[in-house]
T-cell receptor, first 119, second 107 residues
Framework: NAGVTQTPKFRILKIGQSMTLQCTQD?????MYWYRQDPGMGLKLIYY???????DKGEVPNGYNVSRSTTEDFPLRLELAAPSQTSVYFC??????????????????FGQGTRLTVV | DAKTTQPNSMESNEEEPVHLPCNHS???????IHWYRQLPSQGPEYVIH???SNVNNRMASLAIAEDRKSSTLILHRATLRDAAVYYC????????FGAGTRLTVKP
């Protein structure tokens, strides 16, 4: 059982380049999330998705885009990379009941992270 | 997410119990309380969650105040491996983390 898989594990980008961070989960979870974590800091939510075809902005969405065409995959796109996007990126997934119901989210599972450096 | 407040850091001695507090005074009736921890250089991992009653699992116990405005994560016998940042969150559709509590365990 793979859980949440992120690729690549490491990447160095030049300023202005673009790339896609891949995230896939095999647990049939409807909720997926992208976070960034700067050194010594907590996790900041970039985007999240409550199901295929639905995405919403988190706390720090500027400079990023996402799509959710399938339940399994939730890629994060960086356009025009900037040094401020140097960070460790984590993807996570969980199962959540619909909004408005008495939610009992299951535990969230996290990937091992992608360490991105923009130079 | 509703806001949670945790101490920035705590210290414990190895093999002693640790009580990690969390305040969540704006919690709603349907908010579950989740705890995660992040070991050095790893992604966060789930620890425990609950709604109203105290909860136990193999990793920890969660004690929830009667008014639900606070909770405490209890590690019954801290080990060096428990040194991590512990996050208390109230996930809704999004799942936002604060700064957490950095737990140091001394041998």
């Amino acid at each position: 059982n793979a859980g949440v898989t992120q690729t690549p594990k490491f990447r160095i980008l030049k300023i202005g380049q673009s790339m896609t961070l891949q995230c896939t989960q095999d647990m049939n979870h409807n909720y997926m999330y992208w976070y960034r974590q700067d050194p010594g800091m907590g996790l900041k939510l970039i985007y999240y998705s409550v199901g295929a075809g639905i995405t919403d902005k988190g706390e720090v969405p500027n400079g990023y885009n996402v799509s959710r065409s399938t339940t399994e995959d939730f890629p994060l796109r960086l356009e025009l990379a900037a040094p401020s996007q140097t960070s460790v990126y984590f993807c996570a997934s969980s199962y959540g009941l619909p909004k408005g119901s008495k939610r009992a989210n299951t535990e969230a599972f996290f990937g091992q992270g992608t360490r991105l450096t923009v130079v | 997410d509703a806001k949670t407040t945790q101490p920035n850091s705590m210290e414990s001695n190895e093999e002693e119990p640790v009580h990690l507090p969390c305040n969540h005074s704006t919690i709603s009736g349907t908010d579950y309380i989740h705890w995660y921890r992040q070991l050095p250089s790893q992604g966060p991992e789930y620890v425990i969650h609950g709604l109203t009653s105290n909860v136990n699992n193999r990793m920890a116990s969660l004690a929830i105040a009667e008014d639900r405005k606070s909770s405490t994560l209890i590690l019954h016998r801290a080990t060096l491996r428990d040194a991590a940042v512990y996050y208390c969150i109230l996930p809704r559709n999004d799942m936002r983390f604060g700064a957490g509590t950095r737990l140091t365990v001394k041998p």
